[in-house]
């Protein structure tokens, strides 16, 4: 298995990225997967989950109506559109796969992550 | 959706046993036999180390076990190494396909 984030970066006060998360090793529609954030210095937030199909989505009341995780299958690709950025958004954004297609409980696999800082 | 708490810190000494405990509600920890744990080394990923209160991911080490009673969780490392210096997340289901971490605890004296 191997998860692997891009598209970070430095964006000013209320603006966007698209974050991609390439997937390899295991049949990608099978599983859930969700983005997990880590701020400088802090702990983990869990953020958002998609389920395997792609039908249905689930967001932290910290980022609902702000952020929008969606997946492609045919490419093997997760994704995390981040808008209305703020400086507390700024963190490394995981991606991570659940155990199953429709569950998400635990996060057995990793990516290395990608650094998303929001900064004037 | 308030994270779960945990000790800031823990020490320990080559060869000892420590716990860390993980305190949430009847909402999360309390409320389902999903809890998860999660070592971090400085610059890294975090790695799946207990799922579902208790069970070890092929892999991990026997040394790394788990228990839950009520509102609490634990994660007990025995037989302490110095590669077990990590800092250490509590995850728990939360209801409705959400999840919550534990604020993390560092584990120091190895």
């Known amino acids: 298995v191997h998860l692997v984030e891009s598209g970070g970066g430095l964006v000013q006060p209320g603006g966007s990225l698209r974050l991609s998360c390439a997937a390899s090793g295991f049949t990608f529609s099978s599983y859930a997967m969700s983005w997990v954030r880590q701020s400088p210095g802090k702990g983990l937030e869990w953020v958002s989950g998609?389920?395997?199909?792609?039908?249905?989505?689930y967001y932290a009341d910290s980022v609902k109506g702000r952020f929008t995780i969606s997946r492609d299958n045919s490419k093997n690709t997760l994704y995390l559109q981040v808008n209305s950025l703020r400086a507390d958004d700024t963190a490394v954004y995981y991606c991570?796969?659940?155990?199953?297609?429709?569950?998400?409980?635990?996060?057995?696999?990793w990516g290395q992550g990608t650094l998303v800082t929001v900064s004037s | 959706q308030s994270a779960l708490t945990q000790p800031a810190s823990v020490s320990g000494s080559p060869g000892q046993s420590i716990t860390i405990s993980c305190t949430g509600s009847s909402s999360d920890v309390g409320g389902y036999d999903y809890v998860s744990w999660y070592q971090q080394h400085p610059g890294k990923a975090p790695k799946l180390m207990i799922y579902d209160v208790s069970k070890r991911p092929s892999g991990v080490s026997n040394r790394f076990s788990g228990s839950k009673s009520g509102n609490t969780a634990s994660l007990t490392i025995s037989g302490l190494q110095a590669e077990d210096e990590a800092d250490y997340y509590c995850?728990?289901?939360?209801?409705?396909?959400?999840?919550?971490f534990g604020g993390g605890t560092k584990l120091t004296g190895l």
């Open positions: 995850c728990s289901y939360a209801g409705s396909s959400t999840l919550v």
């Open positions: 998609i389920s395997g199909s792609g039908g249905s989505t």
């Open positions: 991570a796969k659940g155990e199953v297609d429709t569950a998400m409980t635990y996060f057995d696999y």
